[in-house]
């Protein structure tokens, strides 16, 4: 008879050792989601503002036709910024009417997840082409080949100087750096 008593306490304690264990994880898991949540919308948030401060330059230089260097701070490194050749633009960015190109700063490559986009009825490129080999990159070639993405400049710096110019009718961002 003791020994069932004993049984059950220790059953008990079991039960709940493991809804405590199931509760615990479930908290963190929830924790996780937040934070994950709070640096995303931090992320897009500077993303929003560099974007912008790019934008407002590039609307001077439309009009003046001068140079201008700023200084660019991604949201973190593994960002891109790219504009779009063949008004490939990303879905549901870039769509008014007169809108001939789109910039657009992703979190990855092909921008269709985190990304601040805005749309030019001029012509504005990204001055760069970045290339990826077979090994070890986010892309894979076909038989060994390169990768080549014009008007991509993958951002792997925490800090750029970028270089606007209004060049054969057309504003071009380069880095100074």
Same mark, same amino acid.
């Given at each position: ?74 949201? =973190? !490194? ?9 008004? *490939? ?6 769509? &008014?009417? $007169? /809108? ?14 985190? =990304? !601040? ?9 990204? *001055? ?6 077979? &090994?070890? $990159? /986010? ?36 880095? $100074?750096?």
């Amino acid at each position: 008879m003791n020994d069932k008593k004993g049984f059950l306490l220790l059953g008990d304690f079991t039960v709940k050792l493991v809804i405590s264990l199931i509760v615990l994880v479930i908290l963190i898991y929830l924790g996780y989601k937040v934070y994950n949540l709070f640096v995303e919308d931090n992320e897009l948030k500077k993303a929003s503002l560099q974007l912008e401060k790019i934008s407002d330059t590039i609307k001077i230089i439309q009009s003046t036709g001068e140079t201008a260097i700023i200084d660019f701070f991604p949201p =973190r !490194k593994g960002w891109f910024l790219r504009t779009f050749p063949d008004y *490939d633009f990303p879905e549901g960015e870039c769509n &008014e009417n $007169n /809108i001939i190109s789109c910039l657009c700063l992703c979190s990855e490559l092909i921008c269709q997840e985190t =990304r !601040k986009c805005e749309g030019y009825p001029f012509n504005v490129k990204v *001055d760069k082409i970045t290339v990826y080999s077979t &090994e070890g $990159n /986010i892309a894979v070639g076909i038989g060994g080949q390169e990768l080549r993405y014009p008007e991509v400049l993958e951002l792997t710096n925490n800090a750029y100087e970028l270089k606007i110019i209004k060049e054969d009718g057309m504003i071009k961002i380069r880095t $100074n750096n």
